[in-house]
């Protein structure tokens, strides 16, 4: 199985703070990492797909970026809705896995 | 407008067998290109992918629990099934569906999810 480990796991930022998470996979990836969001209680949400692209109707202050093994996400300036758990996940081969997830919380 | 919904028994005694309905709409599972994947989480944990069903009844299972999980679909009716068998404690998640695109390798469409608790 392909390991994914995120850092950090947990975060405190400001609003309007600039915000970045890492991935990294035990083995190359090439661009098959997608980041999702998810809040308490809620389902995740698919944020970026294929390390770089972002969904539909997702926010431009969200990007990722890397390849291969190392990825990140970028929030240029966090809003109050951006306060979530973030996972990062591969897809290059099954069984897929997921990052143990980055939670980011209000300072 | 693609929505998935899960359903299925909220209380499971170790041993049984859980039973779990992903039921869709919006696409279906009969054109080429897309699937449909279940992903488990422990309550406070991770995501955890278990299995995936394809438009032509490919299917993909995690390993360590492929002895234990068995997904289906019926196309006709927009759901998929997936059972579990011999539960365990350790089982208790929330079970999400998802919708799967195999050529971007996402899941861009989740259900709500449903909380199963495993106890005697």
Redesign the interface.
């Known amino acids: ?1 392909i390991q994914m480990t995120q850092s950090p796991s947990s975060l405190s930022a400001s609003v309007g703070d600039r915000v970045t998470i890492t991935c990294r996979a035990s083995q190359s990836i090439s661009t ?1 990492l ?1 980041w ?1 969001q998810q809040k308490p209680g ?5 944020l970026i ?2 390390a770089s ?1 972002l ?1 539909s109707g997702v926010p431009s202050r969200f990007s990722g970026s890397g390849s291969g093994t190392d990825f990140t996400l970028t929030i240029s300036s966090l809003q109050p809705e951006d306060f979530a758990t973030y ?1 990062c ?1 591969q ?2 081969s ?8 980055t939670k980011v919380d209000i300072k | 407008q693609i929505t998935l919904k899960e359903s299925g028994p909220t209380l499971v005694k170790p041993t049984q067998t859980l039973t779990l309905t992903c039921t869709f709409s919006g696409f279906s599972l009969s054109t080429s290109g897309v699937g449909v994947g279940w992903i488990r989480q422990p309550p406070g944990k991770a995501l955890e992918w278990l299995a995936l069903i394809y438009w032509d009844d490919d299917n993909r299972y995690r390993p360590s629990l492929r002895s234990r999980l068995t997904i289906t679909k019926d196309t006709s009716k927009n759901l998929v099934v997936l059972t579990m068998t011999n539960m365990d404690p350790v089982d208790t998640a929330t079970y999400y569906c998802a919708h799967f695109l195999v050529d971007r390798r996402q899941f861009d469409y989740w259900g709500q999810g449903t909380l199963v608790t495993v106890s005697s």
């Open positions: 199985d098959y997608n999702c809620q389902a995740p949400k698919l797909s294929a692209s969904q996972y996940q897809s290059y099954t069984p897929f896995t997921f990052g143990p997830g």
